[in-house]
C-alpha cells in the first residue's frame, strides 16, 4: 500500500471518529438533559436535579442531596446510571480513538510530504511563505516547476497546503532542515525572509551544503545586497528599491508605463520571456539623444546582439516589429528585448548608444 492510500484511510478513520464522537456526547447531552427533567417532575428544584444527574453519570459517590424514596425517583437513578454510564464510557473511547486517528493522520501526512520532497530533482526551495514566497510559489505553480516551501509557522504552511504545495516545517537556517528539503539535489533556492540576517545565514548554509546552487536571496536595507553576495547569493533582490524605481517609472513616464505594462498581452509576454531568462524595457529617446536618427540595424549592431527593437511607439502610433531601416526620431519610445539581469542597460552604455 502506498503512503499516499495509507494517508487516506487515516483520514477516513479520523473523520469516522469523529463522527462517533459527536453522535455520543449528543446521546449523553440528551441523556443529562431527560433525567434532569425527571427529576424535576418528581418535585426536585432544578439545580438539585442537574446536581443528582452529574453525580450519577460521572460516578462520583457522593450522597443525594435529596432522599431517593419512590419508585419513580429510583427508576429514574436506575436509568439515568445505565444510560449515563454507558454515554461516558463511550465518549471516553471515541475520544481517544479520535485523538489517536488525528495522530496517526499527522504522521503519515508528514511521511508522505517528506517522501514526495525526497523524490524531487533539480527543484526550488523557498524559504519563507510570506507576501513574497507565496506570489513566487503560485508563479512557479503556474509554470508547473518543482518546488517545497519552508516556513516555521503552521499557519501559513496550512495555507500552501491548501494550495497543493509541497511543505517543510522548520527553522531554514537549520541545515538539518534544508537537507529534508533536498538542498544538495535542488537547483535553485530562494530565500525571501523579512529578516536580513535570516537570510544572510540561509544563504551561507545553502552555500556550503550546495556549491552549485543559484541562490536568490531577499535584501531589506541597501546595504546588506554586499554581505549577501559575499555570503554565496547568485543573485539579491531588494523589494523596496524595485518599488521605488516602479513608481518613479509611473510619475515620469505615464504613457509608456500604460503602454507596456497595462496590457495583458504584454504582461503574457514578459512572463515568457522571464522563463528564457530575458526581458523587456522601455527605451525613451528624448532630443538630445544619441539614438536620435539611427537605424533599426544600427542600433542593434552596436549593442552586439544583446538586444532587440520589437516595437517602436511614435506619436500615440505602435510600430510592431519595425523594419531594419526604421529610422528612430526624437519623442520615440523603443520597446527592446533583451538578456535579463540588467544587460540591457549595460549594451546601451558599451554601444555608446546612451
Known amino acids: ?120 530533482m533539480d527543484h526550488v526551495i523557498i524559504c519563507g511563505y510570506g507576501r513574497i514566497g507565496s506570489m513566487a510559489a503560485h508563479h512557479l505553480a503556474t509554470s508547473e516547476t518543482s518546488f517545497v516551501v519552508l516556513d516555521l509557522a503552521e499557519g501559513k504552511l496550512a495555507e500552501a497546503r491548501s494550495a497543493g504545495f509541497l511543505t517543510i516545517q522548520g527553522d531554514a537556517t537549520d541545515e538539518e532542515v534544508l537537507r529534508m528539503a533536498g538542498v544538495e539535489r535542488a537547483r535553485v533556492l530562494a530565500t525571501v525572509l523579512p529578516s536580513d540576517a535570516a537570510n544572510v545565514f540561509i544563504t551561507l548554509s545553502a552555500r556550503s551544503l550546495n556549491p552549485k546552487l543559484q541562490i536568490i536571496a531577499r535584501g531589506e536595507a541597501p546595504s546588506t545586497e554586499g554581505k549577501l553576495l559575499q555570503a554565496g547569493a547568485s543573485q539579491v533582490v531588494l523589494p523596496a528599491h524595485i518599488g521605488a524605481e516602479r513608481i518613479a517609472e509611473m510619475i515620469l513616464f505615464p504613457e509608456t508605463t500604460r503602454l507596456v505594462r497595462d496590457s495583458p498581452e504584454f504582461r503574457e509576454v514578459e512572463t515568457g520571456l522571464v522563463r528564457l531568462g530575458l526581458e523587456f524595457d522601455v527605451v ?25 527593437v520589437v516595437q517602436v511607439g511614435r506619436n500615440g502610433d505602435t510600430i510592431i516589429r519595425p523594419p531594419q531601416d526604421y529610422r528612430i526620431v526624437p519623442g520615440d519610445d523603443l520597446l527592446v528585448v533583451g538578456r535579463g539581469d540588467g544587460q540591457i542597460k549595460a549594451a546601451l552604455v558599451e554601444g555608446g548608444l546612451v
Open 1 to 120: 500500500m502506498s503512503s499516499s492510500e495509507r494517508s487516506t484511510q487515516a483520514d477516513s478513520a479520523e473523520a469516522a471518529s469523529f463522527g462517533r464522537l459527536v453522535t455520543v456526547i449528543l446521546f449523553m447531552f440528551a441523556v443529562v438533559v431527560a433525567s434532569t427533567l425527571a427529576y424535576m417532575e418528581a418535585g426536585w428544584k432544578v439545580g438539585d436535579a442537574l446536581y443528582m444527574v452529574l453525580l450519577t453519570v460521572y460516578t462520583v459517590g457522593y450522597r443525594e442531596v435529596r432522599p431517593v424514596d419512590s419508585t419513580w425517583l429510583r427508576f429514574v437513578t436506575m436509568t439515568t446510571i445505565v444510560l449515563g454510564c454507558t454515554g461516558m464510557i463511550l465518549v471516553t473511547g471515541f475520544l481517544v480513538q479520535w485523538l489517536t486517528a488525528s495522530q496517526v493522520r499527522r504522521v503519515l501526512s508528514g511521511g508522505r510530504m517528506q517522501s514526495d520532497v525526497d523524490r524531487l
Open 284 to 308: 525613451e529617446v528624448r532630443d538630445p539623444s544619441r539614438l536620435a536618427g539611427m537605424e533599426i540595424r544600427e542600433i542593434e549592431k552596436r549593442a552586439r546582439g544583446a538586444l532587440f
